[in-house]
């Protein structure tokens, strides 16, 4: 049973610099038990940043990091990461790349191979088992890094804009598709996303933040939309348009100070 309420992640005043440059100043935010919140913001304002921060990835200049009531240091053992490139290995099969994690966890391999077959099926791989990474299309590529990182039940799930270099409709697919997973046993969720209308489709709430350098948490917005939800359909409902105008007035601006900044 999930708890919103309950934190699972909580960053209080996360401050990261690279020599004199300042990507992230004083950023504080949580993650409820359960949650699935996006993060977004112009490119550049240290949204991959913060979630190399809550992985364990980098260490802040300042500030700190909580998660399930414990201060992190090291790599969080709570989270499992899925990159916006595939992590696949190309010369294993994949139900070898999907069975590898448990393998060096010293899961015995018949055990960790059942298993893998089983998350196949799951994301609707099923006869995929023996196709190479260079065999599959990109959204199967997904499929089978989603296997890969959910086979290790992580209790937070950090996605750093995994479907953008997919075609529309085949995000579209796998938008539900991980709705559809993630409905099963509510991990917490932390996607980092460009787009708003992604990030308002798949989420309970999301974090909108400034321009860099030195970016910002500029506000927060609940999305009160029902679930179970279809990412095409609720793009056309008028209380989605609504959410989207709101959160929109403000990332604009953000956007647009980027974009003169950089151009």
């Not at 391999?109 to 099923?126: M, S």
């Not at 190479?132 to 499929?143: A, C, D, N, T």
């Not at 950090?158 to 509510?186: G, H, I, K």
């Amino acid at each position: 049973m999930t708890n919103p309420n309950k934190s699972a992640v909580q960053l209080e005043g996360i401050t990261v610099r690279f020599g004199d440059y300042t990507a992230v100043e004083n950023v504080s935010f949580e993650v409820g038990e359960g949650e699935f919140v996006a993060i977004v913001g112009p490119t550049g304002c240290g949204k991959s940043t913060l979630l190399s921060v809550v992985a364990g990835l980098l260490l802040p200049t300042s500030g700190e990091i909580r998660t399930f009531n414990e201060a992190t240091k090291g790599l969080n053992r709570w989270v499992g990461y899925l990159f916006q490139q595939d992590a696949l290995l190309p010369w294993k099969t994949a139900l070898d790349n999907v069975a590898i994690g448990l393998i060096f966890r010293q899961v015995p391999t018949q055990e960790a191979r059942q298993q893998a077959q089983e998350w196949l099926a799951k994301v609707g791989l099923k006869g995929f088992e023996n196709y190479y990474p260079h065999q599959l299309s990109g959204g199967m590529k997904k499929r089978v890094g989603l296997a890969q990182i959910l086979i290790l039940n992580p209790k937070i799930l950090l996605m750093d804009e995994p479907f953008s270099a997919l075609d529309v409709q085949t995000r579209n697919l796998m938008e539900n598709e991980l709705l559809r997973l993630w409905q099963e046993d509510r991990k917490s969720v932390l996607f980092v996303t460009h787009d708003l209308e992604e990030a308002v489709a798949l989420t309970d709430r999301v974090l909108v933040l400034s321009a860099g350098p030195a970016s910002k948490l500029m506000g927060e917005f609940t999305i009160p939309l029902s679930r179970p939800r279809d990412v095409a359909e609720i793009r056309l409902t008028d209380k989605f348009l609504e959410i989207h105008r709101e959160i929109w007035h403000i990332l604009r601006g953000e956007v647009l100070k980027s974009y003169a900044q950089n151009f």
